[in-house]
């Protein structure tokens, strides 16, 4: 979800109007009752957010939040019917008694075009068996997102972007704005009050914005600023998109992903303090990061280029090659990773574009989760495309290649044969896919058999099975 706002967010026109204090509203029927109901598969493959709680892994998707009590052997979804706002989710923060999540949606604005726009916020205390809702807070919801949460004692403070830093000492009944500085809270004027990120460090409070990073030792009475253009060895860019804690053998670090704001001589990159802010070193250069999670000495990055690991502090790095699923072979057809977070019992969990994955031994081998609609004897479609529409240019990117999965079912570990046609039935494409017994997914690369990118237009895709009858489906290419 982050990703996809960076640029038009700051390119817009702030129209605005914010309030001092906002009071929020929260819904009459303010619990929604869940009925515990297991699957094996998360809600959706565009994985936002992954937080662990102690017990519980959060996993925030496009289509809903989902959490795990075993590893990922099952599942529990959440959607508006359950009492999570609507949309897709766009942060998480969970401790051992609370979770909080904030989603977001696209909404058509007349005369203005398609915006993204809050869809509130929710908190269970009973690990999801029973929810509140929250309406964004703010005098409008249009680009008002919350894109990041923590709580520090029992306040809980939110980055809003256009609604800019917020924090409820009352599970969310009122909300009072924070600025960060020493100005009147006007994130239309001032480029450090459209928050994005926070993080909690013991009673120190960190706050990411598009004009840098602030330090509060005293509950946000008061504000240190860290930008590009005030310090001597200044962070990379006053962008602030994430923010990490790292502490290990004596070392206690802060780490931030910084991109370009306004000045030319900004760049993204990777910041990293180890003197509570008053200087930074910078690494992963050119890298455009979303997040970070730590095992001790080890630390991970996920990037719009691929997972990163450290094993000094950010020294050095080494950059994962494809993940694949060490059972089923299942690869994720991405370079572009959003979120991760590292178990107590040293379990790595990476969400990306296309899926989210799991590591117990530091990445040498993957589990792979993704979702879809199984195919079954008694479904009457026996195989179809996803995702349809396809972009070569857009979908699935890994080594400059879109790729589309074709799922269908075998009854059988075999070999299945597709081809490809184009709408006059002309044969454009032929490959070969090792069929396990059960839900498969063959993929194509939008390339027909000489290695070219196939036009714009309507294809037909044919499965075949030994003993079985062919399997069609249709695909959209579009750029």
Sequence with gaps: MKKNNYYWLMGCSWVLIFATVAQSQILEKGFFNFNTVSTERISGNSVTDVVFDGQNLWVGTGAGLCKTSDEGNTWINFDVSDGIGRGGISAIAATDSIVWVATAY????????????????????????????????GVTNVQNITYDIA?????????????????????????????????????????????????????????GTAGGINRSTDGGK??????????????????????????????????AATIEAEDPDEFRAVSISEDEGYSWRITLRGKFAHNFAFDDSVAYVVTDNGLFKSLDGGETWTDFPQIIDRETGQKMWTKEFYSVAVTPEHVLWVGSSDGLACSNDGGDTWKIFRTYQPITPKTAVKTYAYPNPFSPM?????????????????????????????????????????????????????????????????????????????????IIVMD
């Design 106 to 137: 696209d909404t058509l604005i007349p005369n203005v075009g398609r915006l993204s726009a809050g869809g509130g916020l929710s908190y269970s205390t009973d690990g999801g068996q029973n929810w509140t809702h929250i309406t964004q807070p």
């Design 222 to 255: 008061t504000w240190t600023n860290f930008r590009h253009q005030n310090q001597e060895q200044p962070i990379s860019g006053n962008f602030v998109v994430a923010l990490g804690h790292q502490n290990y053998q004596g070392r206690n670090l802060i780490w």
């Design 394 to 474: 857009r979908h699935n990117i890994y080594q400059n290649n879109g790729h589309v999965r074709f799922h269908y079912a075998s009854p059988r570990t075999t070999q299945a044969t597709v081809k490809i046609y184009d709408f006059g039935m002309n044969l454009v494409r032929t490959f070969t896919h090792l069929a396990q017994n059960g839900q498969n997914d063959a993929v194509w690369d939008g390339k027909n058999n000489e290695g070219e990118t196939v036009a714009n237009g309507v294809y037909f895709f044919k499965i075949e099975i030994s003993g079985q009858e062919p399997m069609w489906g249709k």
């Design 151 to 207: 709580i520090l004692d029992s306040t809980v403070w939110i980055t809003s972007w256009g609604g800019g830093l917020k924090k409820s000492d009352d599970q969310g009944k009122t909300w009072i704005d924070v600025a960060p500085d020493s100005f009147f809270f006007d994130p239309y004027r001032h480029l450090n009050h459209r928050a994005f990120s926070v993080l909690v460090v013991g009673k120190t409070l960190w706050v």
